[in-house]
């Protein structure tokens, strides 16, 4: 491992995962000079002090044995297999843990997005969604929780395709505990993805500071049943930011689990979609008018 990706490690071990200023710096800077910065008081901030505190003493050598110990490899930007779309996020990560194929992660993939408690209804769509994409050789994208999740991932797992879990814990954090099979599987097949180290908990700041990855991976957003206040909705929100198409599927009027699609729709932040073809079609017009 390079300086500079020693560097990142370090770093990426000691800040939270979306830090503009961090990110800024080393931006500007390069990690390994933001790293020698941090260390010499360069920063006089109760923030840099924070980062200085959580440093490892021993450096970037035991971070690369805990992940690689708990099955991953770490990534940064300049690797072969790092996804460039990510790059166009305001804030990229300063590297991620992929646990399983990280070359998955470059492939051409639609993120499927919802709550945590879908209807039946929510649950078949975001399934045959998913199988009907894997089956066009496109990949899925989506978070670990169970619902609409944990069916997107169902689906293109049956139909023997390429899906993507991006979590907001440590890979080796099976969270929720219910979905330790279905993250084995994942890993198989595609990657599992997160921008803490392992052993790290889910905290709830860690799942909005996620939504922005899984935007960022995947060519357009689709939101299966949100409820009006959904971290989905921030999910379509920074893929709209980005310029990628969002997507969201009409459910029953008085139905709560459709209230934050139809909420989007209903501000034409997002496109009524009621195939896969349907979905295939406008993410393809929208391409060619950029």
Known sequence: MN??????????AATEGGSSFWGSEIRAQGAHHTLLRIRDGFYRSSKAEKTLSQLHPDGALPLLESIEKAGGIFITPGDTCWPQQLDDLET???????????????????????????TPYGARIASDFAAGFVDREWSIVSGGAYGIDTHAHKGALIA?????????????????????????EISELGAIVSEVMPGTPAFPSRFLTRNRIIAALSKSTLVVEAAFRSGSLRTARDAAELMRPVMAIPGPINS?????????????????????????????????LV
């Open 256 to 288: 709560p689990t459709s209230e934050g699609t139809h909420r989007l729709i209903g501000e034409r932040a997002a496109e009524i979609v009621t195939s896969v073809s349907d979905a295939l079609e406008l993410i393809s017009s929208l391409d060619q």
């Open 3 to 12: 300086q500079e990706k020693s560097a990142r490690l370090e770093l990426f």
């Open 160 to 184: 023997e395709g390429i899906t993507i879990a991006v979590i907001a814990s440590g890979i080796d954090i099976n969270y929720p505990a219910g979905n330790e099979r279905l993250f084995s």
């Open 92 to 118: 990229p990560p300063i590297g991620l843990v992929v646990k399983g194929k990280a070359d998955s992660l470059q492939g051409r993939s639609i993120a499927i997005v919802g709550t945590r408690n879908p």
